[in-house]
């Protein structure tokens, strides 16, 4: 179990369907890496979800466990890792209602993650309140534990500034109670999408799946785009606008810059390349795959979330007597403030 002097993370992710690679190299990386060292709470953002979703609140209970299990699957240990979901956690409600006193909309607005998301879901001109207000909600999420680290993708990082700015604020409008978290985004920026397309995303349709099967990933990688000079075998390739190229520095490092010689010798063939990526793939996904079988006996994710759920719960409590104590709004406690 881990001491309370252990400096915190609280990242997580919207159960929106299965994780992919991009998250995985982005922040799930980071926080299996990081989980021993920090005393380590995992979000499953179901009322985030709701942001873009509410339309289709009938897929959270599936999506939900689904997160959690990607999680577990990946690596988080439960017993370091404290997997909980949102919605079920009411002290972050009521803080993102205090933050959104003293957060401006000009601040919500102006955020390059949410000018880039209204665009990408066409809410430019008819944004709901709870999207624009996402980032505040979400540095309730970080803040209720009072969190030092947040592993994210990069896409995220303004938002995480968004946390920073509100911890800020807080503790000098009132009183210090907030760390300023800290934003922390993978090695590979971004990955790139099967088509090639900048970004891989479950609507874009372009993803390789944790919980894929080998079959699917197979399928996935051979027919993903790649330069498109290389018609024979022999043709000099360009490894830097190649989309298998860029997986070979994220997850074959160590044989990355060797495969891009070649390639740009025109000694290795496109084929013999992407067989290469999917044994890699394999590697990776095959230990994902058989602790994911572990958890998925009936009843122990819920178990797990239950109990994570609980311990924030426990926490959340802790940082609102602060919060009340700091605003004037403890009214009816006992204390010795002159
Ligand atoms: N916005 C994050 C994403 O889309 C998910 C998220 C919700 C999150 N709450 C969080 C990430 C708190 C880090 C910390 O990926
Ligand atoms: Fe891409 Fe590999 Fe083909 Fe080069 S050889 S274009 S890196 S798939």
Redesign the pocket.
Known sequence: MSGSHQKRILTGDRPTGPLHLGHYVGSLQNRVRLQHRYDTFIIVADVQTLSTNFDHPENLPADVRQVALDNLAVGLDPDSASIFVQSMVPQIAELTVYFSMFITVNRLKHNPTIKTEAGQYGFEDNMTYGFLGYPVSQAADILFCRADLVPVGEDQLPVVEVSRFTARRFNELYDTVFPEPEGLSGDTARLVGLDGQAKMSKSLGNCIYLSDTTEAVRTKVMS?V??PA?IHRDDP???EI????SY?CAFNGGESAD??E??RAGT???V???KR?VQVIEELLEPIRMRRAEFQRPGMVDEILMAGTERARTEGGRTMDMVRMAMHIDYFEERDRQ
Do not use: N
């Open positions: 993903a790649t330069d290389r390739g360009h490894p190649c989309t298998i190229f070979h495969i891009g070649r390639c290795i063939g496109c013999a390349c992407k990526m």
